[in-house]
């Protein structure tokens, strides 16, 4: 483009990092953040949304934290959608630990945590087996003042009879019936 004398844009780059993280090639995909660099062309929230999501999905999930320890080291704006991403990510896993603490640093960083994102992390964790990290995000939702839905109690109730935790289901019963 550059030597037919046009220039590509934000979304351009964006396009094509994109096919070349869904094609599991980051040194491409990286080469062109550079060029985007060196071409004083400031990539986008987008830019790193699109990064992060490549390397949870198609790459190195252990990449993708360091990405956005970096990104966030350097200031750089990033979206909800990359916290959340790496969140996914890691649920999907079962590192939990590493999950919720992304999860406090989003909420640390002021962004505005919505029932969808606690359910998100709900459901990803009971699809796994994983009830007591489940709970533990379930009793986060109280914690923090946000009302669980009828969804909510029963993706936990569910998720604690398979296993047969039968103490579990007692809990969650004994919130429902105070809501």
Known sequence: MYSRGLVPDQITYNTIINYFCKAKDFTKAFQLLNDMLSHNLEPTPVTYN?????LCV???????????????EHHLNLTKVAYTTIIKAHCAKGDVSRAMGIFRRMVVKGFEISIRDYSSVINRLCKRYLVTEAKYSFNMILTDGVAPDQQHYEVMLNASQRIGD????????AKLIKV
């Open 50 to 54: 699109v990064l992060i999501n490549g």
């Open 58 to 72: 198609y790459g190195d999930l252990k990449i993708a934290d360091n990405l956005l320890v970096l990104l966030e």
């Open 166 to 173: 039968v103490n579990s289901v007692l809990e969650i019963l």
